[in-house]
């Protein structure tokens, strides 16, 4: 297993590398059937090896021999003796006539399947439909096409190989892929210290209720009747934080759904139980929905005393305000709105997109024009405080291809490196911060980062910025971005314009016609309001042809 691999056996390492991983970090979690596959596939014979992993790294689980053609791997048939031995795949698996058309091209449904017409003006899709109405039981690949000279290999082991995946990379959203890209240097990481004991999950139950709740909101997605399945969801429980977040998660999209679908009441029960961040103010729409005003109120107004975040107080406000409304009470005291600075342009039609044209438009020599949006508050945020936000902190990595640590929309990840975000943000007392943004920008250029966005942020930009934005400014956006690194990494204006003769910049927000500022764009414009920072809205209209 230690032995190096020639270059074309790439993905072979890989898996190794990923099989050594989990064995290291999760051996006491390992069942006795993973532990015998890993066990197994050390022992089997390379070319084996290696055409097993082809398999767990393509897409399904059926594989014609004719389409397993690897130079490396040398003889197809030979290297699947010892899977088939194992069980890990199987050369007999009964199949669906859909599946057979899947697996078939159009000449060859018309040379080997059971069909009771064979013109060769029919589409494929017309030779499934005729396969399909004529009812045929399930049955090997042999026995459907028996003078087709091939063989089928399905993959028998598809859900431990994805167990062994999930612990690797902690969930199931990542795949094989990512060593691929980080291989071919399509993708850098921060190389974080990961102690042999991070691992992102503890229990053999936390992987097992992983698991669930993935196949729960596949059963969501795909339309299953929530009667089958809900009442078990209900009562899933965990002592993992994070499993706990995304059964949150999973209980407030359904309650979404059950909204659509006018099944109020059932959707009040479940955002009463959730804890995810919005159910709290769905509850209310809910409640009012129903008409029952006086509960809704009560809500809005505990919720008032305490709310989760900016845009929770944004959105409570307002329903105290309806709600005080129908149900005659005294207005409440509303928040000062900020006065929007504003400005009209009327320009041609552009094929461009609205902010593009307005930026070319605004464009000058001595003051360049920038469409940013999000991306350069974030990405000088990202450079500033990049070793905070990738500190080697128990649990926050567990494998070389995390873009950003575990934890980074949590609660927790704030508190747990206030003191780390206070030292790096005192950078900005001083000019130094901007030699330390600098010397970032070229020590970690193109390495993944949840903030830093590399194809934006060209040299020129980042020393306009660093030039012409204050330290002052940069200091409460970054502290308002750690208050909600979630809701408040968005909803900065489009553009930004520097002067950097006069050494000032201003922020554009644009809006076409019809379109109005979101609450997010709102809430970013009030604090910018509130910190003096020169920020105007931009309305467009098109010259009448």
Request: one cysteine or more.
């Amino acid at each position: 297993m230690s032995r190096s691999l020639p270059p074309e056996l790439y993905y072979l390492s890989n898996f190794r590398l990923a099989l050594a991983w989990v064995s290291e970090r999760y051996g006491d979690l390992l069942s006795p059937q993973e532990q015998a596959f890993i066990e197994q596939f050390t022992a089997s014979p390379e070319p084996s090896q290696a055409l097993l992993v082809r398999m767990v790294m393509r897409k399904g689980v059926h594989f014609r021999q004719s389409k397993l053609s690897y130079s490396e791997i040398g003889d197809t048939h030979s290297a699947a003796q010892p899977l088939l031995e194992y069980g890990w795949v199987n050369d007999q698996t009964p199949l669906h006539a859909a599946e057979l058309t899947d697996l078939l091209t159009k000449d060859e449904l018309l040379a080997h399947a059971p069909l009771p017409e064979r013109r060769t003006s029919l589409k494929k899709s017309e030779l499934r439909e005729q396969l399909l109405a004529q009812e045929h039981p399930e049955q090997p690949f042999s026995t459907w096409c028996p003078n087709l000279n091939d063989r089928l290999y399905s993959l028998q082991i598809a859900e431990l190989c994805d167990r062994l995946r999930l612990m690797f990379f902690g969930n199931l959203s990542q795949d094989w892929t990512e060593f691929v890209l980080a291989d071919l240097g399509i993708y850098r990481y921060e190389q974080v210290a990961i102690s042999p004991e991070s691992r992102g999950f503890q229990s053999r139950q936390d992987i097992d209720a992983y698991i669930s709740l993935r196949n729960y909101r596949l059963q969501l997605e795909a339309g299953e009747p929530l009667s089958d399945w809900l009442p078990e969801l209900l009562t899933f429980d965990s002592a993992n934080p994070y499993l706990r977040s995304r059964h949150s998660k999973l209980l407030f999209q359904i309650g979404q759904q059950l909204e659509r679908l006018s099944e109020l009441e059932l959707a009040l029960s479940l955002y009463q139980i959730c804890g995810y961040g919005q159910a709290r103010w769905r509850l209310i729409r809910v409640l009012e929905a129903l008409q029952r005003f006086d509960e809704a109120h009560e809500y809005a107004i505990n919720f008032s005393q305490q709310p989760h975040d900016d845009e929770e107080s944004q959105r409570l406000e307002r329903a105290l305000s309806r709600l005080q409304r129908k149900l005659g009470l005294p207005a409440p005291r509303r928040s000062r709105a900020f006065k929007e600075q504003r400005f009209d342009l009327q320009l041609p039609p552009s094929d461009e997109c609205v902010e593009v044209a307005v930026c070319e438009h605004l464009q000058q020599d001595d003051a360049p024009v920038y469409y940013v949006e999000n991306t350069l508050i974030c990405s000088l945020f990202g450079l500033l405080c990049w070793d905070v936000i990738f500190a080697p902190l128990p649990g926050a990595f567990f494998h070389p291809f995390h873009t950003g640590p575990v934890d980074l929309y949590s609660p927790e990840f704030y508190q747990q490196r206030a003191e780390l975000f206070e030292h790096s943000l005192r950078c900005l007392d001083s000019d130094d911060y901007k030699d330390l943004i600098r010397q970032r920008y070229q020590d970690k250029f193109g390495i993944q980062s949840p903030f830093v966005f590399w194809s934006v942020l060209d040299e020129t930009l980042l020393e306009l910025a660093l030039h012409c934005i204050p330290a002052e400014h940069l200091a409460a956006c970054f502290q308002r971005m750690l208050h909600d690194l979630k809701a408040n990494r968005a909803g900065m204006p489009d553009l930004i314009q520097f002067y950097p003769n006069e050494q000032r910049y201003r922020m554009i927000e644009v809006k076409g016609p019809g379109d109005r500022l979101q609450d997010n764009q709102k809430r970013w414009l009030a604090f910018a309001a509130e910190h003096g920072i020169d920020v105007e809205v931009c309305y467009v209209s098109w010259t009448p042809a």
